[in-house]
Protein backbone atom coordinates (compact mmCIF):
# COMPACT_ATOMS: atom_id res chain seq x y z
CA UNK A 1 0.00 0.00 0.00
CA UNK A 2 2.87 2.55 1.28
CA UNK A 3 4.72 1.50 -2.42
CA UNK A 4 1.94 3.20 -4.34
CA UNK A 5 3.21 6.67 -5.59
CA UNK A 6 0.96 9.61 -5.21
CA UNK A 7 -1.52 10.23 -8.40
CA UNK A 8 -4.79 11.82 -9.33
CA UNK A 9 -6.51 10.80 -12.73
CA UNK A 10 -9.13 12.92 -14.32
CA UNK A 11 -10.87 13.52 -17.66
CA UNK A 12 -8.14 12.11 -19.61
CA UNK A 13 -5.27 13.62 -17.40
CA UNK A 14 -3.06 12.11 -14.83
CA UNK A 15 -1.31 13.82 -12.41
CA UNK A 16 1.95 12.55 -10.62
CA UNK A 17 4.85 14.46 -8.48
CA UNK A 18 2.97 15.22 -5.24
CA UNK A 19 3.85 19.20 -4.16
CA UNK A 20 2.07 20.06 -1.14
CA UNK A 21 -1.04 18.60 0.72
CA UNK A 22 -3.02 21.14 2.54
CA UNK A 23 -6.60 21.49 4.16
CA UNK A 24 -6.61 25.45 3.43
CA UNK A 25 -9.24 26.23 0.50
CA UNK A 26 -7.55 29.66 0.17
CA UNK A 27 -4.73 26.96 -2.09
CA UNK A 28 -7.06 26.72 -4.86
CA UNK A 29 -6.88 30.24 -5.32
CA UNK A 30 -2.94 30.26 -5.32
CA UNK A 31 -1.34 28.36 -8.01
CA UNK A 32 -0.75 25.07 -9.90
CA UNK A 33 -2.90 21.52 -10.23
CA UNK A 34 -4.77 20.49 -7.44
CA UNK A 35 -6.57 17.27 -6.67
CA UNK A 36 -9.60 18.03 -4.20
CA UNK A 37 -11.43 15.56 -1.63
CA UNK A 38 -14.07 17.02 0.26
CA UNK A 39 -15.77 14.64 2.28
CA UNK A 40 -19.17 15.27 3.60
CA UNK A 41 -18.24 15.56 6.50
CA UNK A 42 -16.06 18.56 5.68
CA UNK A 43 -12.57 17.45 5.80
CA UNK A 44 -10.92 18.61 2.94
CA UNK A 45 -7.94 17.68 1.70
CA UNK A 46 -5.89 19.37 -1.71
CA UNK A 47 -2.98 17.90 -2.95
CA UNK A 48 -0.52 20.00 -5.56
CA UNK A 49 1.11 17.96 -8.58
CA UNK A 50 3.64 19.14 -10.49
CA UNK A 51 3.72 17.14 -13.12
CA UNK A 52 0.12 16.84 -15.05
CA UNK A 53 -0.53 15.20 -18.68
CA UNK A 54 -2.37 13.76 -21.05
CA UNK A 55 -3.03 10.07 -20.56
CA UNK A 56 -6.12 7.65 -20.95
CA UNK A 57 -7.16 4.98 -18.66
CA UNK A 58 -5.04 2.42 -18.85
CA UNK A 59 -6.72 -0.76 -19.69
CA UNK A 60 -7.80 -3.05 -16.60
CA UNK A 61 -4.37 -5.70 -16.23
CA UNK A 62 -5.64 -9.18 -14.89
CA UNK A 63 -5.40 -9.83 -11.11
CA UNK A 64 -4.64 -6.29 -10.70
CA UNK A 65 -7.53 -5.84 -8.64
CA UNK A 66 -9.12 -8.30 -6.91
CA UNK A 67 -12.34 -7.21 -5.11
CA UNK A 68 -14.70 -8.49 -2.36
CA UNK A 69 -17.19 -11.10 -3.18
CA UNK A 70 -20.76 -10.19 -3.61
CA UNK A 71 -21.66 -11.78 -0.75
CA UNK A 72 -19.24 -9.64 1.75
CA UNK A 73 -20.62 -6.47 1.53
CA UNK A 74 -22.74 -5.24 4.69
CA UNK A 75 -24.80 -2.16 4.77
CA UNK A 76 -25.14 0.04 7.59
CA UNK A 77 -28.72 0.03 7.50
CA UNK A 78 -30.36 -2.84 6.43
CA UNK A 79 -34.04 -3.00 3.99
CA UNK A 80 -36.14 -2.67 7.37
CA UNK A 81 -33.90 0.37 8.96
CA UNK A 82 -33.88 2.00 5.60
CA UNK A 83 -37.72 1.67 5.14
CA UNK A 84 -38.36 2.84 8.83
CA UNK A 85 -35.93 5.90 8.08
CA UNK A 86 -37.99 6.87 4.97
CA UNK A 87 -41.19 6.67 6.81
CA UNK A 88 -39.43 8.81 9.87
CA UNK A 89 -38.80 11.56 7.07
CA UNK A 90 -42.03 11.61 5.78
CA UNK A 91 -43.25 12.37 9.27
CA UNK A 92 -40.80 15.41 9.25
CA UNK A 93 -42.53 16.32 5.69
CA UNK A 94 -45.61 16.10 7.40
CA UNK A 95 -44.79 17.99 10.25
CA UNK A 96 -42.97 21.04 7.81
CA UNK A 97 -39.42 20.77 9.02
CA UNK A 98 -38.34 19.32 5.51
CA UNK A 99 -39.60 19.03 2.19
CA UNK A 100 -36.70 16.74 1.25
CA UNK A 101 -34.02 14.25 2.54
CA UNK A 102 -31.21 12.17 0.97
CA UNK A 103 -31.16 8.94 2.78
CA UNK A 104 -28.26 6.94 2.40
CA UNK A 105 -26.27 3.74 3.74
CA UNK A 106 -22.85 2.99 3.62
CA UNK A 107 -21.77 -0.43 2.13
CA UNK A 108 -18.45 -1.78 3.42
CA UNK A 109 -16.35 -5.38 2.54
CA UNK A 110 -12.81 -5.97 3.73
CA UNK A 111 -10.56 -5.96 1.19
CA UNK A 112 -9.36 -9.35 -0.34
CA UNK A 113 -6.17 -7.48 -0.47
CA UNK A 114 -4.06 -5.13 1.27
CA UNK A 115 -1.94 -3.73 -0.99
CA UNK A 116 -5.29 -3.17 -3.44
CA UNK A 117 -4.63 -0.12 -5.57
CA UNK A 118 -7.79 2.22 -6.31
CA UNK A 119 -6.11 2.92 -9.75
CA UNK A 120 -6.43 -0.39 -10.98
CA UNK A 121 -10.24 -0.22 -9.53
CA UNK A 122 -10.51 2.92 -11.49
CA UNK A 123 -9.45 0.80 -14.61
CA UNK A 124 -12.37 -1.64 -14.07
CA UNK A 125 -14.81 1.35 -13.91
CA UNK A 126 -13.83 3.05 -16.93
CA UNK A 127 -14.88 -0.31 -19.06
CA UNK A 128 -17.62 -1.46 -16.90
CA UNK A 129 -19.69 1.87 -15.85
CA UNK A 130 -17.77 5.16 -17.53
CA UNK A 131 -19.01 8.00 -16.30
CA UNK A 132 -18.55 11.68 -17.32
CA UNK A 133 -16.95 12.86 -13.87
CA UNK A 134 -14.90 9.48 -13.37
CA UNK A 135 -11.50 9.82 -11.37
CA UNK A 136 -8.86 8.98 -8.68
CA UNK A 137 -7.07 9.98 -5.99
CA UNK A 138 -4.36 8.17 -4.35
CA UNK A 139 -2.79 10.12 -1.39
CA UNK A 140 -2.28 6.78 0.78
CA UNK A 141 0.21 8.46 3.53
CA UNK A 142 -3.21 11.10 3.61
CA UNK A 143 -6.32 8.56 4.24
CA UNK A 144 -7.53 9.56 1.01
CA UNK A 145 -7.43 6.49 -1.67
CA UNK A 146 -10.97 7.36 -3.70
CA UNK A 147 -11.99 5.70 -7.39
CA UNK A 148 -15.03 7.24 -8.35
CA UNK A 149 -17.78 7.11 -11.41
CA UNK A 150 -19.42 9.66 -10.52
CA UNK A 151 -22.22 10.70 -13.17
CA UNK A 152 -22.90 14.22 -11.29
CA UNK A 153 -21.42 17.77 -11.64
CA UNK A 154 -21.26 19.57 -8.21
CA UNK A 155 -18.91 22.73 -9.48
CA UNK A 156 -17.25 23.34 -12.62
CA UNK A 157 -15.30 27.01 -12.99
CA UNK A 158 -14.16 28.67 -15.67
CA UNK A 159 -12.57 31.85 -14.71
CA UNK A 160 -15.80 34.13 -12.84
CA UNK A 161 -18.45 31.55 -14.61
CA UNK A 162 -20.11 28.71 -12.31
CA UNK A 163 -22.45 26.24 -13.01
CA UNK A 164 -23.71 23.07 -11.23
CA UNK A 165 -25.59 20.04 -12.54
CA UNK A 166 -27.87 18.45 -9.66
CA UNK A 167 -29.70 15.50 -10.64
CA UNK A 168 -32.40 14.01 -8.71
CA UNK A 169 -34.74 11.67 -10.30
CA UNK A 170 -33.92 8.11 -10.94
CA UNK A 171 -34.91 5.03 -13.26
CA UNK A 172 -34.43 2.13 -15.02
CA UNK A 173 -35.65 3.96 -18.45
CA UNK A 174 -37.43 7.22 -18.97
CA UNK A 175 -40.96 5.63 -18.97
CA UNK A 176 -39.96 5.04 -15.07
CA UNK A 177 -39.74 8.54 -13.85
CA UNK A 178 -42.67 9.82 -11.95
CA UNK A 179 -43.99 13.49 -11.23
CA UNK A 180 -42.53 12.82 -7.60
CA UNK A 181 -38.74 12.90 -9.40
CA UNK A 182 -39.70 15.98 -11.22
CA UNK A 183 -41.06 17.86 -8.15
CA UNK A 184 -37.75 16.68 -6.25
CA UNK A 185 -35.03 18.08 -9.25
CA UNK A 186 -36.96 21.53 -9.18
CA UNK A 187 -36.87 21.82 -5.34
CA UNK A 188 -32.69 21.45 -5.73
CA UNK A 189 -32.91 23.15 -8.39
CA UNK A 190 -34.10 26.19 -5.95
CA UNK A 191 -31.85 25.24 -3.03
CA UNK A 192 -28.78 25.19 -5.77
CA UNK A 193 -29.90 28.24 -7.05
CA UNK A 194 -29.96 29.99 -3.40
CA UNK A 195 -26.09 28.62 -2.64
CA UNK A 196 -24.56 29.69 -5.89
CA UNK A 197 -26.89 33.42 -5.61
CA UNK A 198 -25.15 34.10 -1.77
CA UNK A 199 -21.58 34.15 -3.90
CA UNK A 200 -22.96 35.26 -7.28
CA UNK A 201 -23.68 38.49 -8.78
CA UNK A 202 -27.13 39.82 -8.23
CA UNK A 203 -29.10 38.46 -11.26
CA UNK A 204 -26.53 36.28 -12.93
CA UNK A 205 -27.74 33.12 -11.72
CA UNK A 206 -29.73 31.49 -14.64
CA UNK A 207 -31.23 27.73 -15.01
CA UNK A 208 -30.46 26.75 -19.12
CA UNK A 209 -31.29 23.65 -18.62
CA UNK A 210 -34.58 21.98 -16.61
CA UNK A 211 -34.75 18.18 -15.88
CA UNK A 212 -33.58 16.60 -18.81
CA UNK A 213 -33.07 12.86 -18.86
CA UNK A 214 -29.85 11.79 -19.03
CA UNK A 215 -29.00 8.30 -19.82
CA UNK A 216 -26.03 6.17 -17.71
CA UNK A 217 -25.11 2.87 -17.52
CA UNK A 218 -28.16 0.77 -16.29
CA UNK A 219 -30.44 3.79 -15.28
CA UNK A 220 -31.51 7.38 -16.01
CA UNK A 221 -31.14 10.89 -14.26
CA UNK A 222 -33.02 13.76 -14.33
CA UNK A 223 -30.33 16.51 -14.36
CA UNK A 224 -30.76 20.06 -14.41
CA UNK A 225 -27.89 23.38 -14.85
CA UNK A 226 -27.57 26.29 -13.01
CA UNK A 227 -25.07 28.91 -13.96
CA UNK A 228 -24.12 31.98 -12.25
CA UNK A 229 -21.04 34.49 -12.53
CA UNK A 230 -19.07 34.42 -8.82
CA UNK A 231 -19.14 38.21 -7.31
CA UNK A 232 -15.63 40.09 -7.77
CA UNK A 233 -14.42 39.09 -4.00
CA UNK A 234 -15.30 35.14 -4.30
CA UNK A 235 -13.06 32.50 -4.43
CA UNK A 236 -13.02 28.93 -3.79
CA UNK A 237 -13.41 29.11 -0.20
CA UNK A 238 -16.34 31.77 -0.73
CA UNK A 239 -18.18 29.18 -3.45
CA UNK A 240 -17.42 25.85 -0.99
CA UNK A 241 -18.52 27.88 1.69
CA UNK A 242 -21.86 28.73 0.40
CA UNK A 243 -22.47 25.46 -1.42
CA UNK A 244 -21.09 22.67 0.64
CA UNK A 245 -22.14 19.63 1.01
CA UNK A 246 -24.31 19.95 -2.32
CA UNK A 247 -27.59 20.22 -2.47
CA UNK A 248 -28.68 16.98 -4.24
CA UNK A 249 -26.95 14.89 -1.86
CA UNK A 250 -28.98 16.64 1.44
CA UNK A 251 -32.61 17.87 0.91
CA UNK A 252 -35.12 21.19 1.41
CA UNK A 253 -34.25 22.99 3.32
CA UNK A 254 -30.63 22.42 3.70
CA UNK A 255 -29.94 23.01 7.18
CA UNK A 256 -33.33 20.43 8.68
CA UNK A 257 -31.89 18.09 6.20
CA UNK A 258 -28.73 17.54 7.55
CA UNK A 259 -29.99 17.35 10.90
CA UNK A 260 -32.31 14.92 10.29
CA UNK A 261 -29.46 13.09 8.32
CA UNK A 262 -27.96 13.01 11.14
CA UNK A 263 -30.04 11.43 13.61
CA UNK A 264 -31.26 8.80 10.99
CA UNK A 265 -27.72 7.59 9.43
CA UNK A 266 -25.14 5.28 11.59
CA UNK A 267 -22.40 5.75 9.37
CA UNK A 268 -20.23 8.72 8.05
CA UNK A 269 -20.41 9.54 4.23
CA UNK A 270 -16.56 10.40 3.68
CA UNK A 271 -15.88 11.19 0.63
CA UNK A 272 -19.43 9.81 -0.54
CA UNK A 273 -21.61 12.84 -0.90
CA UNK A 274 -18.35 14.97 -1.02
CA UNK A 275 -17.03 16.58 -3.64
CA UNK A 276 -14.13 15.15 -5.59
CA UNK A 277 -12.18 16.70 -8.99
CA UNK A 278 -9.49 18.92 -9.43
CA UNK A 279 -8.87 22.62 -9.78
CA UNK A 280 -6.07 24.34 -12.19
CA UNK A 281 -5.70 27.42 -9.94
CA UNK A 282 -3.36 28.94 -12.57
CA UNK A 283 -5.87 29.08 -14.97
CA UNK A 284 -9.18 29.47 -12.59
CA UNK A 285 -10.91 26.79 -13.28
CA UNK A 286 -12.21 23.68 -12.16
CA UNK A 287 -14.21 21.07 -11.91
CA UNK A 288 -15.69 18.81 -9.25
CA UNK A 289 -17.99 16.26 -8.87
CA UNK A 290 -20.65 14.71 -6.33
CA UNK A 291 -19.14 11.85 -4.79
CA UNK A 292 -21.96 9.72 -6.07
CA UNK A 293 -21.18 6.01 -7.48
CA UNK A 294 -17.74 6.08 -5.47
CA UNK A 295 -15.36 3.83 -3.83
CA UNK A 296 -12.80 4.27 -1.42
CA UNK A 297 -10.53 2.36 0.89
CA UNK A 298 -10.73 2.93 4.69
CA UNK A 299 -7.01 1.37 6.70
CA UNK A 300 -8.16 3.35 9.74
CA UNK A 301 -8.55 -0.15 11.21
CA UNK A 302 -6.18 -3.13 10.60
CA UNK A 303 -6.07 -4.44 6.77
CA UNK A 304 -8.50 -1.75 5.39
CA UNK A 305 -11.97 -2.01 4.19
CA UNK A 306 -13.74 -0.65 0.70
CA UNK A 307 -16.85 1.99 0.99
CA UNK A 308 -19.29 2.41 -1.08
CA UNK A 309 -22.34 4.92 -0.92
CA UNK A 310 -26.09 4.53 -2.03
CA UNK A 311 -28.92 6.38 -1.09
CA UNK A 312 -32.30 8.52 -2.20
CA UNK A 313 -33.96 11.52 -2.01
CA UNK A 314 -37.43 11.20 0.01
CA UNK A 315 -40.27 12.69 -0.48
CA UNK A 316 -44.13 13.23 0.95
CA UNK A 317 -44.64 10.99 -2.28
CA UNK A 318 -41.78 8.62 -1.77
CA UNK A 319 -42.63 4.88 -1.01
CA UNK A 320 -40.17 3.55 1.51
CA UNK A 321 -40.21 -0.18 -0.63
CA UNK A 322 -39.56 1.87 -3.52
CA UNK A 323 -36.66 3.90 -2.04
CA UNK A 324 -35.16 0.96 -1.03
CA UNK A 325 -34.78 -0.41 -4.52
CA UNK A 326 -33.48 2.60 -5.52
CA UNK A 327 -30.32 2.62 -3.33
CA UNK A 328 -30.13 -1.50 -4.75
CA UNK A 329 -30.30 -0.04 -8.55
CA UNK A 330 -27.52 2.53 -7.92
CA UNK A 331 -25.23 -0.16 -6.53
CA UNK A 332 -25.91 -3.20 -7.89
CA UNK A 333 -23.74 -1.93 -11.37
CA UNK A 334 -21.29 -0.92 -9.70
CA UNK A 335 -20.31 -3.70 -6.73
CA UNK A 336 -20.72 -5.95 -9.90
CA UNK A 337 -17.70 -4.18 -11.61
CA UNK A 338 -15.59 -3.92 -8.16
CA UNK A 339 -16.40 -7.49 -7.08
CA UNK A 340 -15.23 -8.69 -10.77
CA UNK A 341 -18.76 -10.34 -11.96
CA UNK A 342 -19.08 -7.79 -14.66
CA UNK A 343 -17.60 -8.03 -17.68
CA UNK A 344 -15.67 -5.08 -19.25
CA UNK A 345 -18.70 -6.00 -22.70
CA UNK A 346 -21.27 -5.24 -20.12
CA UNK A 347 -22.93 -8.42 -19.09
CA UNK A 348 -23.30 -10.18 -16.20
CA UNK A 349 -20.85 -13.00 -15.66
CA UNK A 350 -23.70 -15.34 -13.42
CA UNK A 351 -26.43 -14.10 -11.20
Known sequence: MHNLAPLARFGGLVATDLRDVTSDPEALDSSGFWAVSADFEGRLTCARFGDVRTAPVPAPVPGAWRGPAAGDWTSSLDRAAYMAGVRAIRAHIATGEVYQANLCRVLSAPLADAAADVDALTALLARGNPAPYAGTIRLPAHGVEIATASPELYLRREGRTVE?????????????????????????????????????????????????????????????????????????????????????????????????????ETAPRGPYCGGIGWVDADRHAGELAVGIRTFWIDRSEGEGVLRFGTGAGITWGSDPEREWQETELKAARLLAVASGTYEASGRTIGK
Open 164 to 264: SGPIKGTGRTAADLLPKDHAENVMIVDLVRNDLGRVCATGSVTVPSLCAVEEHPGLVHLVSTVRGELAPTAGWPALLDATFPPGSVTGAPKSSALRIIEAL
